[in-house]
């Protein structure tokens, strides 16, 4: 994957600029989640980023696009490009809200993410939910939908 998984200094080089900080999307700072933000392209047609760590690994990230534009399917097949490979991801069934990433070597699932995106809203949130070892995160989208 080139965010989820991966180090605040590797997410910075992915976006090719140091990170801000954001305000958490989940109120799980008690259990260790710090957010950074990016802002990328221009206010015409630009994305607001925000990158949830938890043990300084990201878990979470959601795309917003800074203009009140409703999403395409280019919109968000960019949006999961940056995640991963575009055959990785799926969503069932087609007309699903939901969309799930799975990356393989081999035979061996590597890597998973799950998330959500729909078309009348400005953004798309993606996320791991369980690392072995670490924090299991479980995000409700009405709750993460109405966050600034």
């Known amino acids: 994957m080139n965010i989820l998984l991966k180090s605040l200094p590797e997410v910075e080089a992915h976006f090719g600029k140091k990170a801000t900080m954001a305000p958490n999307l989940l109120d799980m700072v008690g259990q260790g989640e710090k957010a950074y933000g990016f802002l990328t392209g221009t206010m015409d047609d630009g994305w ?6 938890f043990n300084d ?11 009140a534009t409703k999403w395409t399917d280019r919109d968000l097949r960019a949006v999961l490009m940056q995640i991963g490979p575009y ?13 799930d990433y799975t990356e393989k070597q081999g ?3 590597v890597a998973t993410a799950t998330g959500w995106q729909t ?16 924090t299991g995160i479980m995000p409700d989208p ?4 109405q966050k600034p």
């Not at 690994?57 to 203009?67: D, E, G, I, L």
């Not at 055959?87 to 969309?99: G, M």
């Not at 009405?142 to 939908?145: E, S």
């Open 48 to 53: 607001d980023v925000t990158v949830g760590f």
């Open 87 to 99: 055959s990785n991801w799926s969503r069932t069934p087609a007309d699903s809200d939901d969309v």
């Open 142 to 145: 009405t709750a993460v939908d």
């Open 57 to 67: 690994k990201a878990r979470y990230v959601r795309f917003k696009k800074r203009t």
């Open 119 to 134: 078309p009348n809203r400005t953004r798309a949130f993606i996320y791991v939910p369980d690392v072995p070892g670490d």
């Open 107 to 109: 035979d061996n699932v």
